[in-house]
């Protein structure tokens, strides 16, 4: 078995057994939960008189319907968002299952606190009631998106069910120039696949402009994929990755570490493994971008005019582009710079670490907010933001007119009193500008944290490349 | 669990690519514990103003369209979220399948786990479904999906076959405790589970 590829690796080695040619029982070794797909799971364990197999493999964390005031304590007012954290609260009591309470240290949103808790390791198999599970495969992992009757099965039994994917890679070579990181990468690469481009596929990115990014912006890049309709997004795990997984599993000790390289130094690849499908792209050809429409492949780069209906391959693009136009309230050829604003958010799975608040601090320091902009900013757990305020990057945000919140998944789905009123324009660094995503009638442009932080500043969609350095 | 292997009815046409599951069922409806009413969210701003008043413009307000138990979508149907919310409110709603050039993935396994029949056809096989289902007055608008034969058949005879894999076919017209199933293979899980962690303790996170 020398030509196999890192996701057949990955399923092989997690596979209990074959159920037939299409589907394998599949072993978890993580799963994650949020307190809004997983109710109905318990609850139906509960009827049947179903254990939880492995609680100690489970790991629940509130984190969509979570106000994000900063206040101590956090309280949800919400009764029906107040009744599914109880809820959680109480499954996991029961159950024995380790949860990150809303006053939690820890809490946050589970793709950001998985992975800085040392949770996420080359080689697992992750899941998790949540779309952007794909965003493990940034260390080497495989993690999906399940639902919640498969939350339910894997409670019951530690395994899935799981229908095999076809493999994809994604080669990008060069160096991503000046103004760019990794979610204009994604952006770009979705906008050229399409929102299918990769349904069915388990994406492996490779080449140097991967390489090249740090762990946090690699994320950043699988977390997205989804959006292009992987089943999963995987990158071989290099030194940038066990560097990160050395600073965060701080449970494995020194002999621990030295075993677990030997194993996942085979992470990778092999030499003649064959791809159902293979693209190749050049890093130097990605620009600051930012989507116009309703769709994450609806994207242009920043200082491009806002597509038509001539210039869509086929009548069913024509119409979306029609219909996509008509709801942003945007016309064909208009420079999308330029374009007012209302509201800025910054955070979500796909933003809100760390490493984004240092760019965006950056950016921002001694300038200030446009008055007419409302600017959030969402860390995505408590880690960061901690880290934030320790860094003075909280100091730098909050004096240039930033709200500093507490973490949550916040105004990337708006389950929690974070919303966009109808018609309202928002810069946002999260991973989905679907109609009413963000609140109804609400208008969502998604771009990178220094897009984002660019566009509070002017007012506007802006071209980050243009903002004048700031006077220190 | 009873028998699913013949779903009949008038289709409610709805050809929006990429039709997400955020529209489906959207954020105000999933804070809830159980299943119940989801029916009233389901694709909630394309039915109803700001106001909660029903949109004339929406095929599902039209009293020809009322009683529909197939729609007919766009390609990638059931894009983004995982949330199941989506599958069981269509299935509250009153719809036992959905037919589209294509579907997206999780969205697909949910369907299954909840025997929600999705039918993928070529383009040009679901535009011909779509016109029918223009004119749902006419009775050659009425379709019949056959679950094991794996064919959509209209009033006027004409037959597209679609995919459906051995246990996802099972998994509709059966029903399956798949949790069931898969407890039946305790031994294996149980024998996978210490050779694994004995081999790769760094897969023990917690």
Redesign the interface.
Known sequence: MSNRTLYQKLVDSHTVTSIDEQNVLLYADLHLMNEYTSPQAFAALEAKRRAVRRPRQQLAVVSHIIPTHAETPRVIRDVASLLQANNLARNCEREGIRLLAANDPLQGIEHIVAPELGLIRPGMVVLCGDSHTTTYGALGALGFGIGTSEVEHVLATQTLVYRLARTMRIVVDGVLPYGTASKDLILWIISRIGAQGARGYAVEFAGSAIGALSAEARMTLCNMTVEAGARAALIAPDATTFEYVRRHALSLDETAWRNALVDWRELISDEGAVFDAEFRFDAHEVAPFVTWGTSPDQAMAVDAQVPDEAGQATPEAAAALRRALGYMGLSAHQPIAGTPIDRVFIGSCTNGRIEDLRIVAGLVRGHHVAPQVRAMVVPGSGSVRRQAEAEGLAAILTEAGFEWREPGCSMCLAMNDDVLSDGERCASTTNRNFEGRQGRGGRTHLMSPAMAAAAALTGCITDVRTLEPHHD | MTKLTLIEGRAAPL????L?T??IM??QF??????AGLSGGLLY?LRFD?NGVPRDDCVLNQSRYRGASVLIG???FG??????HA?WGLQQYGFAAVIAP?F???FY??AM??RLLLVQLE?SEVNELLSLSEAPERADAWLRIDVEQQKVITAAGRAFSFPL???HKRMVTDGMD??DL??A??P??EA??RT?FSR???????
Do not use: Y
Not at chain 2, 15 to 18: D, F
């Open positions: 050809p929006i690519e990429n997400d955020d529209q959207p954020k999933l804070r809830i514990i159980d299943k701003d700001a766009g390609a990638n894009c983004g979220s995982s949330r199941e599958v294509s997206a993935e999780i396994s949910n786990n909840n383009r894999g051995a246990r798949t949790i898969t407890l293979s305790l294996e899980i996978f589970e694994h790769h303790p760094w897969a023990a996170v917690m």
